[in-house]
C-alpha cells in the first residue's frame, strides 16, 4: 500500500470514527454490522484480534455473544468452531469450568463397577482354584493351573479391596503432642 491509499484510508477511518460518535448506540450497532457483512470470514480473526489486545475481558463477551446469536440449529456448531480455536490445555479448563467434579452418584456407579470386577476376578481366582484342584485330585494328575499363581491373584486382589475401607492416614487428624 502506498502513502496515498494510506492517508485515504487514515481519512476515511476518522470520518467513519466522527459519523460512529454523533449516533446513538442502536445506529452504532448498525452500522457495525453492516461493515462486518462487507468482511470475508476468513478476515474475522484480523478485525477482532486487535481489539481484543486491548480489552482482553471483552474476548469472552465476544464469544458468549456469538454463540448466543447463532440459530438455534447452529449454536453447537458455533460451540464447537470456538472450542477448536483453543489449545488442548484451554479446552481442558472450559471443560472442568463447564462439567465440573463428577456428581456423587457418578462417583457411586464408578466404585461399583471397579468393586465389582475387582470380586468378580477374586470369585474367579477362586473358583478356577477349587475347580482344577478337584479335577486334579479326581484324575490323579498334578494341578494344570499352578495354585501360587491363583493365591496369588486371590490375596493381592483381596489386599486391594481390603485397602478400599482402611482410612486415609492424611485424613487423620494429628495425634496430640506426647503421645498421648
Known sequence: MDDAQKTVQAQARKAVQDQLGRVGDDGRVAISRDCLKAVPKESYAQVFAPLLQDKPEDAAALAGGAVAAAPAG?????????????TAE????????VFGPPS???RDRLWTVVIGA??????AAVLVLAVNSFLAKVAGQE???SPEVML?????????????????????????????
Do not use: I
Open 152 to 180: 496369588s491373584l486371590f490375596t493381592s486382589v483381596f489386599g486391594f479391596l481390603a485397602g478400599l475401607f482402611v482410612p486415609s492416614p492424611g485424613g487423620r487428624p494429628n495425634p496430640p503432642a506426647g503421645g498421648q
Open 143 to 145: 494341578m494344570r493351573v
Open 90 to 97: 484451554e479446552r481442558q479448563e472450559v471443560g472442568r469450568a
Open 104 to 106: 456423587d452418584r457418578t
Open 74 to 86: 447452529r449454536r453447537s456448531e458455533a460451540a464447537k468452531a470456538a472450542l477448536a480455536a483453543l
Open 118 to 123: 475387582l470380586v468378580a476376578v477374586m470369585l
